[in-house]
């Protein structure tokens, strides 16, 4: 079965610093790998996907994410980071069925200002 | 119309009422999903419905029932639920075909007395 890992619960980052969330899958297959954001109380939003190609994805709000299949990683990058930025952030990886998305555990980004 | 909405925003409800969830998308979608999200967990799926037939039902308890009466609405009728129930209930719509991303709306926060 698949899984996602997400080693980092709370992460806290300076105003205009970089970041990076980690995010480690298993997964059989060829992993189709997402990162969603959500701030509190609200949905999830979708901020970049991987499903082949070019391994280094850009998404929303400046982020970017670069899948290693040799690392089974698929991390989330952003060279500086916004105060708006804070917020849960969700790695996701798909199985063929039905697209049910398997989530990771969640890293909550706090800045200071 | 790029979004799925929700109804109500929040709703408080006692163990012994019925009350339903709303779940609209105009894109064309022809899956929605129903999650269940308890505060600093990830979403847990509950239902897929795809071409209007229900096709995952995650072992949901039966106090819990969907309803897809068209393919652009999705509904959760709920009673004699428990306190711990209480969540925030996301739906979230896809297109067709296996690996696409889901389209989350911002959620009914459910109070359960």
């Known amino acids: 079965a698949q899984s996602v890992t997400q080693p980092d619960i709370h992460i806290t980052v300076s105003e205009g610093a970089s970041l990076e969330l980690r995010c480690n899958y298993s997964?059989?297959?060829?992993?189709?790998l997402f990162w969603y954001v959500q701030s509190p109380g609200q949905g999830l939003q979708l901020l970049l996907k991987?499903?082949?190609?070019?391994?280094l994805v850009q998404g929303i709000k400046g982020f970017e994410a670069e899948f290693k299949r040799s690392q089974s990683s698929f991390n989330l990058r952003k060279p500086s980071v916004h105060w708006s930025d804070a917020a849960e952030y969700f790695c996701a990886v798909t199985t063929g069925t039905a697209s049910k998305l398997t989530f990771g555990t969640g890293t909550r980004l706090q800045v200071t200002l | 119309d790029t979004e799925v909405t929700q109804t109500p925003k929040h709703l408080v409800m006692g163990m012994t009422n019925k009350k339903s969830l709303k779940c609209e998308q105009h894109m064309g979608h022809r899956a929605m999903y129903w999650y269940k999200q308890k505060a600093k967990k990830p979403p847990e799926l509950m239902f897929v419905y795809s071409y209007e037939k229900l096709s995952i039902n995650e072992s949901v308890p039966s106090r819990f029932s969907p309803e897809c009466p068209n393919s652009s609405l999705l509904n959760l009728h709920l009673h004699a639920l428990q306190p711990e129930d209480s969540a925030l209930y996301l739906c979230a719509s896809m297109t067709g075909g296996l690996y696409n991303e889901q389209f989350f709306g911002p959620g009914t926060r459910l109070t359960v007395l």
């Open positions: 991987y499903f082949s190609g070019d391994t």
């Open positions: 997964y059989g297959a060829t992993p189709y």
